[in-house]
C-alpha cells in the first residue's frame, strides 16, 4: 500500500490526468465484463479503438511510450480484485489497437495444488506487454483474441 502511494506521488500532472482516465474506463470494463462477457467487450474495443473519439481516449495516452503507459495501467486495473490481469490485458490490448498496433490478448490455465489457476496477458508486435515471460512460463495458452497484422 505504501509503495503505491509512493509511485501516486511521484506522478507528473500529466500522468495522473491520464491515471485519472484510465480509472474510469478501468471501471467501465469492469461492468462491462461483468454485463457481457470477455468475448464482447474485446470485439467492441477492438473495433472501435481505431476510431475517434475513442481512439485519442484517454487523452495523451498517444504521448507516451508503451512502457511508460504501462504503470499507469496496471495501477488502475487495481480496482478490480478479482479478474484484475483480465482488465490489464484488456486495457494494454485497447491502447495498443488505438495506436494502430497488433495485439492479442491471451488466455492461459494452469493447476497448482490441486487446483486450475487462469491468467490473462497481451501480446504486441514487439512481444509480451504487461507481464513478464516468468509470470507467464507456467501457464499454458487456451485462447486468444486479436488480429496478427497491423492496422
Known amino acids: ?23 474510469i ?7 462491462a465484463l461483468r454485463s457481457l462477457g470477455w468475448r464482447r467487450v474485446s ?3 477492438n473495433s472501435l479503438s481505431t476510431r475517434n473519439p475513442i481512439r485519442r481516449f484517454p487523452v495523451f495516452h498517444l504521448l507516451y511510450q508503451m512502457d511508460k503507459l ?3 495501467v496496471d495501477l488502475a486495473s487495481g480496482l478490480s480484485r ?8 484488456i486495457m494494454l490490448f485497447w ?13 492461459g490455465i494452469r493447476k497448482r495444488a490441486g487446483s486450475f489457476e487462469a491468467h490473462a496477458w497481451t501480446v ?12 507467464i512460463a507456467e501457464f499454458h495458452p487456451m485462447m486468444s483474441f486479436g488480429k ?3 492496422l
Not at 478479482?82 to 490485458?89: I, K
Not at 504486441?124 to 509470470?135: I, M, P, Q, T
Open 1 to 23: 500500500m505504501i509503495a503505491r502511494l509512493r509511485r501516486l506521488r511521484a506522478l507528473s500532472i500529466c500522468d495522473r490526468m491520464v491515471l485519472a482516465q484510465l480509472l
Open 25 to 31: 474506463s478501468s471501471a467501465l470494463i469492469v461492468v
Open 43 to 45: 470485439v467492441a474495443l
Open 70 to 72: 504501462d504503470p499507469l
Open 82 to 89: 478479482r479478474n484484475r490481469c483480465l482488465v490489464r490485458s
Open 95 to 107: 491502447l495498443l489497437r488505438a495506436r494502430g498496433e497488433s495485439a492479442q490478448l491471451v488466455f
Open 124 to 135: 504486441s508486435e514487439r512481444g509480451l506487454v504487461g507481464d513478464s515471460e516468468a509470470a
Open 148 to 150: 496478427e497484422e497491423r
